[in-house]
């Protein structure tokens, strides 16, 4: 991943919304509750990384006012900052990866991760699906955003379940083929992560940004479907797109080694290699 561009386009996107809105709020200064000087506030409270505020401010919008897209989009990053997204710092893990995989690099980037924050990754998630389910109907800015928010979710899932001690590596007795260890949900919820990263960075219009990524899971996706086509998630964006089989595979590839995942379970190779990466 190229940093630079990455930085660059964070402070294009994500800075540019608060810098119209303080513009706005100048021309309506005397009007405190007008919409202008709500989304002033809300941006002040999510520079101050205050989320919660920045939430019970943005509800006191009108309904035709919270709907609009950039609103809906503003809306996202209150909650993405809830789940624990940091756009620099992750930028950083990502690009740092080295030796480590994709998911374990994921998991220790949210040591601590509560479930309240993965509930608020969740709802990011969905509010970027709400505003269009297809990444080339959104814009870049909404595109990226849905990578990092899709990163984040599946980092604080991993971190809450499979590193119960936040040190970075996976508890030895985790296991993801079982829902006692990985629930139903949140492995439905770890499949539309990387589905909505993969639709999210490929429709970015660049390479340059998440291009190891998401080469190496479009690779990955297709070496699922030579294991069992349908294990193959990579497609579902909703959890109830997610049927058996495909939670089936999502846990596979959790448990896997070699390209991905934890290497759970004693597998110490990829999907391709059978038990123990595979789930029964």
């Known amino acids: 991943m190229n940093l630079s561009l990455v930085i660059r386009l964070i402070l ?22 007008s919409a202008e000087a709500i989304i002033a506030d809300v941006e002040e409270h999510i520079n101050d990384q205050d989320y919660d505020s920045a939430l019970a401010s943005f509800q006191t919008l009108s309904a035709t006012d919270q709907a ?14 809830q789940c624990g997204l940091d756009f620099l710092g992750l930028s950083e893990d990502i690009t740092g990866i080295g030796s480590n ?9 949210f040591p601590g991760a509560t479930s309240t924050e993965v509930t ?94 998401l080469s190496g899971i479009n690779a990955l996706c297709t070496l699922i479907d030579t294991v069992n086509t349908n294990f193959n998630f990579c497609n579902s964006k909703v959890i109830t797109d997610v049927n058996a089989n495909q939670e089936q595979g999502i846990r596979s590839i959790v448990t896997e080694a070699r390209d991905l995942g934890l290497g759970a379970n004693g597998c110490v190779d990829g999907i391709d290699s059978g038990l123990p990466c595979v789930c029964p």
Not at 68 to 81: C, H, M, S
């Open 12 to 33: 294009l996107f994500f800075a540019f919304g608060s810098l119209s809105c303080s513009s706005n709020i100048l021309e309506d200064f005397a009007d405190t509750d």
């Open 120 to 213: 608020a990754c969740i709802n990011a998630e969905s509010t970027i699906l709400g505003i269009d389910n297809d990444g080339s109907n959104r814009t870049t800015q909404e595109n990226l955003l849905m990578a990092y928010i899709a990163w984040t979710k599946m980092g604080t899932i991993l971190s809450l379940y499979a590193d119960t001690d936040d040190d970075g590596s996976t508890d030895g007795g985790f296991d993801p083929c079982d829902s006692g260890d990985l629930p139903q949900t949140e492995a439905q919820h770890m499949a539309t992560g990387l589905a909505n990263m993969l639709d999210g960075l490929g429709n970015i219009g660049s390479s340059d940004v998440g291009g190891d990524q």
């Open 68 to 81: 609009t897209r950039d609103n809906q989009v503003l809306l996202a990053k209150i909650y993405a900052g």
């Open 101 to 109: 995989t994709l998911l374990v690099t994921l998991m220790g980037a």
